[in-house]
């Protein structure tokens, strides 16, 4: 049973990490699945945690790149009153939007954590032998990595979730853009939230394209709007069948 920061304060019990599930997470019934599988693993590894449950707000993220500071600072500044209030150390988040406002513009606001993206603090447990692998449900399976703008560009994370694909024994074949080149989903800056500028193309069905043409079976990604763009652009190349799309924690759960 997953237990809320509310209920471990009544007892005087501090967990290890904050899970953030974010509005991604909570809501949509695709990340629901990263946020269960996340969960298992945690389980599995011992560590302690919990989650805000209906104290946790949107961190603001879409508002401030939709151009509405005063929405983004609104639930900022409502967060961290109610992270500060639990003496939070950790947050460790499933989502590079979360992830980079928690991270990087909480402390201006006052909000000072600990902050992980999943895919790190998953490759730290399994650097300190905490979560091993077994079975290979991945091994030796063409595997193509799609790098989020959040968490790779913006926070030069590149290392982490290959590092989990390796500990797979997946086979990674990198599109013709990745790491510091890679091409966005088409969602971020809040495009989650709207229809496509004109153009000759989708963003999502031209990265798709990029991830079909390395021949690889499994997309792996690690954030929850890059999952939903990239499952529609494969829909739209009529290819939903034939190639997967998982975040990284769903791969590690099946082999655990």
């Not at 993206?117 to 799609?146: D, M, R």
């Not at 994370?157 to 966005?184: F, Q, T, W």
């Not at 739209?236 to 082999?255: G, P, R, T, W, Y």
Request: proline share 3%; charged share 25%; glycine share 8%.
């Amino acid at each position: 049973m997953i237990r809320t920061m509310a209920e471990l304060a009544g007892s005087d019990q501090q967990p290890e990490v904050l899970y953030w599930v974010g509005c991604a997470g909570s809501y949509d019934a695709r990340a629901q699945k990263v946020a269960r599988s996340f969960c298992a693993i945690l389980e599995k590894a011992g560590i302690s945690y919990a989650i805000l449950g209906q104290e946790e707000k949107c961190t603001g993220d879409p508002a401030r790149r939709a151009g509405n500071e005063f929405v983004f600072q609104m639930l900022a500044i409502q967060n961290i009153e109610v992270l500060n209030a639990y003496n939070v150390k950790t947050i460790v988040t499933a989502c590079p939007h979360c992830f980079n406002t928690l991270k990087n513009e909480y402390p201006e606001l006052g909000g000072n954590y600990n902050v992980m993206h999943h895919t790190q603090f998953l490759n730290q447990l399994f650097e300190t032998g905490k979560l091993k692998v077994s079975g290979g449900a991945f091994k030796g399976k063409k595997i193509t990595y799609h790098d989020s703008c959040y968490l790779g560009r913006v926070n030069d994370e590149y290392v982490a979730p290959r590092s989990l694909i390796e500990a797979l024994d997946g086979d990674l074949h990198e599109m013709k853009r990745s790491k510091a080149n890679g091409l966005c989903c088409g969602a971020g800056g809040a495009q989650m939230f709207k229809e496509d500028e004109p153009g000759d193309k989708r963003v999502n069905l031209e990265r798709v394209e990029e991830a079909v043409a390395t021949g690889a079976k499994v997309i792996a990604a690690n954030c929850p709007w890059c999952i939903t763009m990239l499952t529609d652009g494969l829909k739209a190349m009529d290819k939903q069948d034939e190639v997967m799309v998982f975040d990284l924690s769903e791969m590690i759960i099946q082999n655990i």
